[in-house]
């Protein structure tokens, strides 16, 4: 047996994980550090963390040490993440989330019959096992509001056998609970304000550009190939997410550009090419002076997304690594994307001669590295093509 852990080490550890927890802005993450950290208390085989949705209650991580060494958990997880159980006080992580009572039984196959809820066997025999011992409790927000159930399973001894949950734990995993409920509020609170800023920029990017469905989705096109190069460069998440979110804003300078231009379905003239031109700059002069980080992107993207790798593009004649590789990677998400669209001024070409002309613009175009990139993501590109196209 190992040495007994005082109460003050366990409320050090504790605080510590609450650090970690308020500064985990991955979901999938945090609930694996919850169910891991909560389990590591209880010596609990396994567990789920259960959301609180309108009527009913879902899935958002499972683990169980004993099926995982069986036949893996990450196919499991998969399919449970899928389902959602009534919110009903007949089921027992309903109770708890429709109460905020904890339950701690030594066995869940045999339940009082005095309770109003009851042990639902459907895992065990979906997955051969045998649930005993369980503990839930409810993930409370400091104001009482409940935003889910963490469900541990099979407590364990020094020895390996299955025991009851020490009712001690019971207020150490309350606490975790509640900590755990307050840092996913704050990470879906994140997910909410980034969504709603990435559909502004969309409507944004939209309205300068010309107003239709196909110009909503080459900008969700290109964005999400762009993301595809960077993740392909070993780009960090932030980084790549960062790029996700700046270049939609690459054509906001069109907002300038006469519609007459924009729309001509023929050649344009020197002049009128001259004026396009300057869409680039003027994107760039719309976030000046921006201290926001995703915003100063957006302007260099803005105003060095059609400069070429051989130093003949617009608007300064930058050549090579003097192009911000944000840019750079704009640059060719963009070029594909308007090479395999239908255009005022062009129906769209086949992928194989999209490809082709990439292939060809090597050191001249674009920077040899990054279209590498992009033909190692092709897969990719083509199933992001195929979700934003025009006909869906």
């Given at each position: 047996?190992?040495?007994?852990?005082?109460?003050?080490?366990?409320?050090?550890?504790?605080?510590?994980?609450?650090?970690?927890?308020?500064?985990?802005?991955?979901?999938?993450?945090?609930?694996?550090?919850?169910l891991?950290?909560?389990?590591?208390?209880?010596?609990a085989?396994?567990?789920?963390v259960?959301?609180?949705?309108?009527?009913?209650?879902?899935?958002?991580?499972?683990q169980?040490?004993?099926?995982?060494?069986?036949?893996?958990?990450?196919?499991r997880?998969?399919?449970?993440?899928?389902?959602?159980?009534?919110?009903?006080?007949?089921?027992?992580?309903?109770?708890?989330?429709?109460?905020?009572e904890?339950?701690?039984?030594?066995d869940?196959y045999?339940?009082?019959?005095?309770?109003?809820?009851?042990?639902?066997?459907?895992?065990?025999?979906?997955?051969?096992?045998?649930?005993?011992?369980?503990?839930?409790?409810?993930m409370?927000?400091?104001?009482?509001?409940?935003?889910?159930?963490?469900?541990?399973?099979?407590?364990?001894?020094?020895?390996?056998?299955v025991?009851?949950?020490?009712?001690?734990?019971?207020?150490?995993?309350?606490?975790?609970?509640?900590?755990?409920?307050?840092?996913?509020?704050?990470?879906?609170?994140?997910e909410?304000?980034?969504?709603?800023y990435?559909?502004?920029?969309?409507?944004?990017?939209?309205?300068a550009?010309?107003?239709?469905?196909?110009?909503?989705?080459h900008?969700?096109r290109?964005?999400?190939?762009?993301a595809l190069?960077?993740?392909?460069?070993g780009?960090e998440?932030?980084r790549?997410?960062?790029?996700?979110?700046?270049?939609?804003?690459h054509?906001?300078?069109k907002?300038?550009?006469?519609?007459?231009?924009?729309?001509?379905?023929?050649?344009?003239?020197?002049?009128?090419?001259?004026?396009?031109?300057q869409?680039?700059?003027?994107?760039?002069?719309?976030?000046?002076?921006?201290?926001?980080?995703?915003?100063?992107?957006?302007?260099?993207?803005?105003?060095?997304?059609?400069?070429?790798?051989?130093?003949s593009?617009?608007?300064r004649?930058?050549?090579g690594?003097?192009?911000?590789?944000?840019?750079?990677?704009?640059?060719?998400?963009?070029?594909?994307d308007?090479?395999?669209?239908?255009?005022?001024?062009?129906p769209?070409?086949?992928?194989e001669?999209?490809?082709?002309i990439?292939?060809?613009?090597?050191?001249?175009?674009f920077h040899?590295?990054l279209?590498?990139?992009?033909?190692?993501?092709?897969?990719?590109?083509?199933?992001?093509?195929?979700h934003?196209?025009?006909?869906?």
């Amino acid at each position: 047996m190992g040495r007994i852990i005082s109460l003050e080490e366990h409320l050090a550890r504790l605080n510590r994980i609450g650090i970690a927890l308020s500064s985990e802005r991955d979901l999938d993450k945090l609930l694996a550090t919850i169910l891991q950290e909560a389990r590591s208390f209880t010596r609990a085989e396994g567990g789920t963390v259960y959301s609180l949705e309108a009527g009913h209650l879902r899935f958002l991580a499972t683990q169980n040490d004993a099926i995982e060494r069986r036949e893996g958990i990450s196919r499991r997880a998969s399919h449970l993440s899928e389902r959602t159980l009534p919110l009903s006080r007949e089921s027992m992580a309903g109770y708890v989330g429709l109460t905020g009572e904890v339950i701690n039984l030594p066995d869940v196959y045999r339940i009082p019959a005095d309770r109003p809820y009851r042990f639902n066997p459907e895992f065990d025999r979906r997955y051969q096992y045998r649930s005993q011992s369980m503990l839930m409790v409810p993930m409370k927000e400091p104001d009482g509001t409940i935003l889910g159930v963490l469900q541990l399973i099979n407590a364990r001894d020094g020895g390996g056998a299955v025991v009851p949950f020490d009712p001690g734990w019971e207020e150490l995993v309350l606490s975790l609970a509640s900590q755990a409920a307050v840092a996913i509020r704050n990470v879906r609170l994140t997910e909410e304000l980034k969504a709603a800023y990435l559909d502004t920029i969309f409507r944004l990017s939209v309205a300068a550009e010309y107003k239709d469905q196909e110009t909503a989705n080459h900008i969700r096109r290109m964005a999400h190939y762009s993301a595809l190069v960077a993740e392909e460069l070993g780009f960090e998440p932030d980084r790549i997410e960062t790029l996700r979110y700046a270049a939609p804003m690459h054509d906001i300078g069109k907002i300038g550009v006469p519609e007459s231009i924009l729309q001509k379905p023929g050649r344009l003239t020197p002049e009128e090419f001259d004026q396009m031109k300057q869409h680039t700059v003027m994107g760039a002069n719309i976030f000046e002076g921006t201290q926001v980080p995703v915003l100063q992107i957006s302007a260099s993207i803005a105003l060095t997304h059609h400069e070429k790798h051989d130093g003949s593009g617009y608007p300064r004649g930058l050549r090579g690594e003097e192009i911000p590789i944000e840019g750079r990677i704009t640059a060719v998400a963009d070029v594909f994307d308007a090479l395999s669209s239908n255009r005022c001024y062009k129906p769209a070409f086949p992928i194989e001669r999209c490809l082709q002309i990439l292939d060809e613009e090597r050191g001249r175009h674009f920077h040899p590295d990054l279209v590498s990139a992009f033909m190692s993501r092709l897969a990719d590109v083509l199933t992001i093509r195929e979700h934003y196209s025009s006909s869906r």
